[in-house]
């Protein structure tokens, strides 16, 4: 076990709504990432949020939004469900000494499976 | 262009034998990480090992053995005496040292171990 939870752990969407993803990271943990994974494809950064700042973001729409709380939770925001939404969706926390490199191991959560129909 | 190349989409091997995933990265950075991880059916991802672009040394962890190689940009991974548990997808993954917060992951190796 990695101590990091996600819920819920499915979701069905309709396209055009509006999804709201969590994340519980380890205490002590100050950074939090978000990845997409397709179905038969690698995780994708969406971005990563140390302390409560987004510190980068990979090739995902507006739509994509993120918070991070000071209890060690965070969120993923998706507006406007498209079908191609579909996917497990993956936190990954870690201890970091600032917003920069190098990182020790990331821990991952069981993710999120999102169906959006 | 990946970053992160994984050529080999599923093997399958019989109990017992030895099995090695391929992973081939590209980065213009100079410190680097790479990464290896095992994703069980139930869809974490477990953390199996790290090394840094400045540590060639191969090294050994039980059954498992990573090959690092620079003047090949490879990192390969060995299963040996294979066993019906590690029956997973592996996925390789890249950290650059200028903008480390994002990981760069290959589209993964699906091993079937068969009894």
């Known amino acids: 076990e990695t101590g990091v939870t996600q819920s819920p752990t499915h979701l069905i969407k309709t396209r055009g709504q509006q999804v709201t993803l969590r994340c519980s990271s380890q205490s002590g943990h100050n950074t939090v990432s978000w990845y997409q994974q397709a179905l038969g494809q690698g995780p994708q950064f969406i971005f990563q949020?140390?302390?409560?700042?987004?510190?980068g973001r990979g090739n995902f729409p507006p739509r994509f939004s993120g918070l991070q709380f000071p209890n060690y939770s965070s969120e993923l925001n998706v507006n406007a469900l498209e079908l191609d939404d579909s996917a497990l969706y993956l936190c990954?926390?870690?201890?970091?000494?600032?917003?920069?490199?190098?990182?020790?191991?990331?821990?991952f959560g069981p993710g999120t499976r999102l169906t959006v129909l | 262009a990946q970053k992160v190349t994984q050529a080999q989409t599923e093997i399958s091997v019989v109990e017992k034998e030895d099995v090695t995933l391929d992973c081939v990265y590209e980065?213009?950075?100079?410190?680097?990480?790479l990464f290896w991880y095992k994703q069980p059916p139930s869809g974490e991802l477990v953390f199996l090992i790290r090394?840094?672009?400045?540590?060639?040394q191969n090294e050994i962890s039980g059954r498992y053995s990573w090959n690092f190689q620079k003047s090949t940009s490879s990192f390969n991974f060995t299963i040996t005496a294979s066993q019906v548990v590690d029956s997973a997808v592996y996925f390789c993954a890249l950290s650059e040292g200028n903008t480390g917060n994002q990981f760069y992951f290959g589209t993964g190796t699906s091993l079937t171990v068969i009894p």
């Open positions: 980065t213009r950075d100079t410190t680097y990480y």
């Open positions: 090394r840094n672009s400045f540590d060639e």
């Open positions: 990954a926390s870690l201890a970091s000494r600032g917003a920069k490199p190098p990182y020790n191991e990331q821990f």
């Open positions: 949020y140390y302390r409560e700042e987004e510190n």
